[in-house]
C-alpha cells in the first residue's frame, strides 16, 4: 500500500482569504507551488468527521480543473475519506455538485471555479467548499480554512497515480474508493422530477424556437441531455456547448456585455423566440425573449409568482427571499400571495438557512442568479426550464409574460452599473466618501424626493442568529427608490464597484420606459454627489444590466 507523504512548505500563505464564493485568484497563482494543496489541507483540516466520509470533487473545466482534481484525490486519501465521487472529465456544474452532495450524503463538496470570471491560464481559478446540506460553506466554516492556511506549514497526500477521469470506473487509492461517475444523469432526474419536460418539448416543437448559449462552459453536456437527448430538440439550439479549458475567450458572465452575441441574436436579428445562457459554473442564468431583455430581478419576481404552473412546486411555496440589492419586484408577488419575503446580504450562503429551516422555497440575486430548495446554490438551467414551463403552460411569449406582470404587479425599474478592474484606491476613496456622509444624506433632498434611511447594511440571520454587517451601502428614497453601492467580494484584479439603482413605477401609465431612462435622476445625482465617471475616468460603466 503506497505510504502517506508529508510535504513541508516553506511558509504559510497569507492571502487565502475566501470571498462572496470561495477562493478566487488567477490561474498563474494557483499554479505556484503548494498553493493550492495548503488551501485543500486547511479545508480537510476545518472539516469534522473526514475519516470514512464521502467527498464530491468536481470543476466547470477551466484550465488546471484535471490537474487540481488529482491533486484532491490524492490529499483526500491521505486524510483517510471513505469514498471520492467525480465525475467523468471532472465536469461538474455547481448545482450538480450541490446535488450530488445532498444524493450521496456526503459531508461536503469541492467545486473547481471561478464562477463568471474567465479562465485559462491568463484567466482566473477558483475553489469552493459546499458543506453538507449542498451549499456553500457559511462564513463561521470560511474563517476557519483562512485560519488555517496562514498558519499550514505542510499537507500530506497520497502520491500515486490517479486514473484519468475520461471513463466511469472504481478505483482503490490507499484506504479510499475513487468513483468516476456519470456527472449529469442525477442532475436531469433531479430536473425532470422537478419540470414536465413533455409539455414543454411539445410547446418547443410548435414554432416556438429557442437557443442555449453555453459559453463553452460546464452546461454544454447537461444542456445537450436534456434539450437533445431527452426532450428531442435539434442540437443546433445548442451554441457553444462544448466545455473548453480557456473557454474558447470567451468571459463566460452571461449579461449583455459578455453574452453580446446570444443578445444580438434575440435583441436586435429577432431570429428566436427565447435564447438563455449560464456562466462558467451553470449556477447564473440570463433570460431573453424576442426584443425583450428580462432583469434579474423581475425573474425572480416572474418566477415567484408562477410556481403553481410548475409541477414540483404544485403543493405551494412556504416563502421568497432575495439579496438586499436585488429589486423589491419579489417583494410585490410575495404581498400579494401572502408568504414571507426575506431579504439577505449579497451571496447565496445567506439563503442556505432560510432554505434548511423551510422558511423559504425560492430565492434569487440581482446578479443572474436564481434557485430554489432543490438543491443549496443557484441553478442556471433550472431557471431557464422554469421559464420554458411558465411559457409553455400560458403559451405566450417573454414580452407578453414581462408586461403581463407589469400591468398586474407595477414595475421595480432597475440597473445595476459595474465599474470593474479599476484602481483599488479609487474605489475605496468612491466607497469611503459614501460611507462618511451618510449621517448627513439621512433627510436630505435627492433626485426629487427625500432620503429616509442612509446606512450601511447589517445583518442578523434568523436561524442561528449571526452577524453579518458591513454588507453594503444603501440610500432609501421617500418615493420606494433605492441606490445601494458595493465593492465586489470576487474580482481578482484591482476592485470593481457595483452601484445598482431602483425606482418603482408610478401609475399604469409608467411602466415601459428604458430603465435607464426611467433611473436617470438617481444615475446622475449619485454621479452628482460621489464623482464617479471623473475618478474612475470612465464615461460609462464596463457592464449595464
Ligand atoms: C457576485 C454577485 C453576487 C453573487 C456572487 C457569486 O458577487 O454580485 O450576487 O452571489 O457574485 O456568483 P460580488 O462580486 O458582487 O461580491
Ligand atoms: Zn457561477
Redesign the pocket.
Known amino acids: 500500500m503506497p505510504a502517506i507523504k508529508n510535504v513541508n512548505v516553506s511558509h504559510p500563505f497569507s492571502d487565502q482569504k475566501p470571498?462572496?464564493?470561495g477562493l478566487r485568484k488567477s490561474t498563474k497563482k494557483f499554479l505556484e507551488k503548494h498553493y493550492l494543496e495548503i488551501f485543500i489541507e486547511s479545508i480537510l483540516s476545518s472539516l469534522d468527521n473526514v475519516e470514512g466520509s464521502t467527498i464530491i470533487v468536481g470543476g466547470d473545466g477551466r484550465y488546471g480543473n484535471d490537474n487540481a482534481i488529482k491533486k484532491i484525490v490524492q490529499i483526500c486519501s491521505a486524510h483517510k475519506v471513505g469514498t471520492i465521487i467525480v465525475p467523468t472529465r471532472g465536469l461538474l456544474s455547481t448545482p450538480a455538485a450541490s446535488n450530488l452532495i445532498r444524493d450521496y450524503s456526503a459531508i461536503g463538496g469541492i467545486i473547481l471555479s471561478a464562477?463568471?470570471n474567465p479562465g485559462g491560464l491568463e484567466g482566473d481559478f477558483g475553489v469552493k467548499l459546499n458543506v453538507s446540506n449542498g451549499g456553500p460553506a457559511p462564513e463561521f466554516v470560511t474563517e476557519k480554512i483562512y485560519t488555517y492556511s496562514q498558519s499550514l506549514t505542510s499537507y500530506k497526500l497520497i502520491d500515486v497515480e490517479i486514473p484519468n477521469l475520461k471513463d466511469e470506473g472504481s478505483f482503490t487509492i490507499h484506504q479510499t474508493k475513487l468513483e468516476i461517475i456519470d456527472g449529469v444523469q442525477s442532475y436531469v432526474s433531479l430536473m425532470e422530477d422537478i419540470f414536465d419536460f413533455d409539455q414543454i418539448g411539445d410547446f418547443l416543437k410548435n414554432d416556438f424556437s429557442i437557443v442555449f448559449d453555453a459559453m463553452n462552459a460546464v452546461t454544454g453536456p447537461y444542456a445537450k441531455r436534456i434539450f437533445v437527448d431527452r426532450i428531442g430538440l435539434s442540437d443546433q439550439c445548442l451554441l457553444n456547448s462544448e466545455p473548453m479549458p480557456d473557454f474558447g475567450n470567451l468571459h463566460p458572465d452571461p449579461n449583455l456585455t459578455y453574452a453580446n452575441k446570444l443578445a444580438d441574436l434575440l435583441l436586435n436579428k429577432k431570429l428566436y423566440s427565447f435564447g438563455a445562457a449560464c456562466d462558467g459554473d451553470g449556477?447564473?442564468n440570463m433570460i431573453l425573449g424576442k426584443g425583450c431583455f428580462v432583469n434579474p430581478s423581475d425573474s425572480l419576481a416572474v418566477i415567484t409568482a408562477n410556481t403553481g404552473l410548475v409541477p414540483g412546486y404544485k403543493k405551494g411555496i412556504s416563502g421568497v427571499a432575495r439579496?438586499m440589492?436585488t429589486s423589491m419586484a419579489v417583494d410585490v408577488v410575495a404581498k400579494e400571495l401572502d408568504i414571507p419575503c426575506y431579504e439577505t446580504p449579497?451571496?447565496?450562503k445567506f439563503f442556505g438557512n432560510l432554505l434548511d429551516s423551510g422558511k423559504i422555497t425560492i430565492c434569487g440575486?440581482?446578479?443572474f442568479?436564481t434557485g430554489s430548495n432543490h438543491v443549496r446554490e443557484?441553478d442556471g438551467l433550472w431557471a431557464v426550464l422554469f421559464w420554458l414551463q411558465i411559457l409553455a403552460q400560458k403559451k405566450c411569449s417573454v414580452t407578453d409574460l414581462m408586461q403581463n406582470h407589469w400591468l398586474h404587479f407595477g414595475r421595480n425599474y432597475y440597473t445595476r452599473h459595474d465599474y470593474e478592474s479599476i484602481p483599488s484606491e479609487v474605489a475605496h476613496q468612491i466607497y469611503q466618501d459614501l460611507e462618511n456622509q451618510l449621517q448627513k444624506l439621512n433627510g436630505a433632498h435627492f433626485a426629487s424626493s427625500v432620503i429616509t434611511q442612509a446606512d450601511n447594511y447589517s445583518y442578523v440571520d434568523p436561524i442561528d442568529k449571526s452577524l453579518s454587517d458591513k454588507q453594503g451601502l444603501r440610500l432609501v428614497l421617500d418615493n420606494g427608490s433605492r441606490i445601494i453601492l458595493?465593492?465586489?467580494?470576487?474580482?481578482t484584479k484591482g476592485s470593481?464597484l457595483?452601484l445598482y439603482f431602483e425606482r418603482p413605477s408610478k401609475s399604469q401609465n409608467d411602466l415601459f420606459l428604458d430603465p435607464q431612462i426611467a433611473l436617470k435622476d438617481l444615475i446622475i445625482g449619485i454621479d452628482h454627489l460621489l464623482n464617479i465617471k471623473q475618478l474612475t475616468k470612465m464615461n460609462i460603466p464596463t457592464v449595464i444590466t
Open positions: 470571498g462572496t464564493s464562477s463568471h449556477d447564473r439579496s440589492p449579497t451571496g447565496w440575486e440581482e446578479s442568479g443557484k458595493r465593492l465586489s467580494g470576487t474580482g470593481t457595483r
